[in-house]
């Protein structure tokens, strides 16, 4: 079965630090990978897919097939990008539900 | 971007009643909904996967007679909780899937459940 492991549950870092939000996914065959996000009272938002390979927000994440990971980075936090992040796995993009990691909520510290 | 309603967004019911969450994507059509819970400060938990026209995929360990999930239009799926007990408060929320646009998913807001 498939499975998302987001280690960290809770990262605290310094406004204008660097963040590293883990991800690693385990699927034998070929996944897509998101991050979603969910900030404050607000709902969950797509982030980022894999597929995209777009910069949103200042966030980047590359796939590793090696590692099996899908870690989220980003080279200056902000206070605005205190939220909770979930990392989450489709094996394909037809009618499949999301895997979603337990998440890691980020604070970002003034 | 597509927008996912939910309604009503937070309900009270006494134990044994039931209670009825609509999920409507409001300017796309969506043939798969998906159905999640969530506990507080943990993450989303899968319960069904709802198809348009057909019977909807429950996940192992949740209660399709408990949990009903109605997908009769293109832009509707409805979960109702049947004879609701304290254990089942939770948050529950529904996805749409837009295969016009990559086959993303849109998450509805959320309802609130209390089950007195």
């Known amino acids: 079965a498939q499975r998302v492991t987001q280690p960290e549950k809770l990262l605290s870092v310094f406004k204008g630090a660097p963040v590293e939000l883990k991800c690693n996914y385990s699927?034998?065959?070929?996944?897509?990978l998101f991050w979603y996000v969910q900030y404050s009272r607000q709902r969950l938002q797509l982030l980022l897919r894999?597929?995209s390979r777009e910069s949103i927000k200042g966030f980047t994440a590359d796939l590793n097939k090696g590692e099996t990971s899908f870690h989220l980075k980003k080279p200056f936090a902000q206070e605005e990008d205190s939220a909770m992040y979930y990392c989450?796995?489709?094996?394909?993009?037809?009618?499949?539900?999301?895997?979603f990691g337990k998440g890691t909520r980020l604070s970002v510290i003034a | 971007g597509a927008v996912v309603s939910q309604h009503p967004s937070w309900v009270i019911c006494k134990s044994g009643t039931s209670v009825k969450i609509e999920c409507r994507s409001l300017?796309?059509?969506?043939?798969?909904m998906f159905w999640y819970r969530q506990f507080p400060k943990q993450s989303l938990m899968l319960m069904a996967t709802?198809?348009?026209?057909?019977?909807?995929?429950?996940e192992q360990g949740v209660e399709k007679d408990k949990f009903l999930i109605n997908h009769a239009s293109l832009t509707l799926s409805t979960l109702t909780v049947t004879s609701a007990h304290p254990e089942d408060s939770s948050f529950y929320i529904c996805?749409?899937?837009?295969?016009?646009?990559?086959?993303?998913?849109?998450f509805g807001p959320g309802t609130r459940l209390t089950v007195t």
């Open positions: 894999h597929i």
């Open positions: 300017d796309f059509q969506a043939t798969t």
């Open positions: 709802s198809n348009e026209g057909s019977k909807a995929t429950y």
């Open positions: 989450a796995l489709s094996i394909n993009s037809g009618n499949t539900p999301l895997v």
């Open positions: 699927y034998s065959g070929s996944p897509e």
């Open positions: 996805s749409a899937r837009d295969e016009a646009r990559s086959d993303e998913q849109y």
